[in-house]
């Protein structure tokens, strides 16, 4: 079992060590059988470096970041480069920072999401509940953005609920979920995702990889997804890992002629 698509991948270079460059992780997605990647990075918007990639591989989605170094030009000229996905703040002083709060310039990224005039996928990053919600309720204002909730693992069950009512989608990455990250609770990938589905939220699975000591994305993906369905069944999993990831790309790249 593998993932038909990963939306949100860490390649390199970075602040970080890593696993390999944009280059790496398309060969790597070619050898697991993916479709493609969004390219997500702490440090800049990654639109640009997307269109150096071969174009015969699996495609690469470009991102732009509203971590504190973004600009509203800067923003703008990510989406002009074909950006099909607006990462909430992941950093704050310089390092990873969780329950965020909305960037100073809040109001200016947003009037530039309200005039894109193709699909946008907006993933909420580390904010916090309050910018969780300003997410959702802007893409739910906006035919051409869906609001994808990253780490959702996180989320209290009331919160689940009112932004499922808002048509967000739930991000579960197979990272975060499988260990114990610094500062946050730790989570249940299986018991995490048969709760989000049996609440009728939808679910979609990404590795959120890239680290160095990981390794190759999608060997860590493969036997991650199969401990999962090990659990809740493979239809359960083949709805996170391949249909739902597919919906969602899709929604911004158009389905293959």
């Given at each position: ?31 697991a059988g ?66 965020l709060p ?143 990831p597919r ?11």
């Amino acid at each position: 079992m593998q993932l038909s698509w990963d939306l949100h991948v860490h390649p390199g270079p970075s602040s970080v060590p890593r696993w390999g460059g944009g280059a790496e992780i398309q060969a790597a997605c070619a050898r697991a059988g993916l479709a493609g990647f969004v390219w997500k990075s702490h440090e800049s918007h990654t639109a640009r470096v997307c269109r150096h990639l071969p174009t015969s591989g699996p495609r690469p989605i470009g991102s732009a970041s509203l971590n504190a170094w973004a600009t509203p030009d800067s923003v703008r000229a990510a989406l002009d480069d074909g950006a099909a996905w607006v990462w909430g703040p992941t950093y704050l002083d310089g390092h990873v920072g969780w329950d965020l709060p909305l960037p100073a310039m809040w109001g200016d990224f947003a009037e530039i999401i309200r005039e894109a005039a193709r699909p946008l996928v907006l993933a909420t990053g580390h904010l916090g509940a309050p910018g969780r919600m300003a997410f959702a309720m802007l893409a739910g204002a906006l035919p051409h953005c869906s609001c994808s909730i990253t780490h959702s693992l996180y989320l209290e069950m009331d919160e689940v609920a009112a932004l499922n009512q808002l048509g967000c989608l739930f991000e579960v990455d197979l990272y975060t979920s499988t260990r114990a990250i610094h500062d946050r609770p730790r989570t249940d990938a299986a018991k995490g995702i048969a709760r989000l589905q049996a609440a009728g939220a939808p679910v979609y699975l990404t590795t959120d990889c890239g680290q160095k000591e990981i390794g190759d994305p999608y060997i860590f993906s493969c036997g991650m997804l199969a401990l999962i369905a090990s659990e809740i069944g493979d239809d359960a999993v083949m709805e996170a890992a391949v249909a739902a990831p597919r919906r969602l790309a899709e929604h911004v790249v158009g389905r293959p002629q």
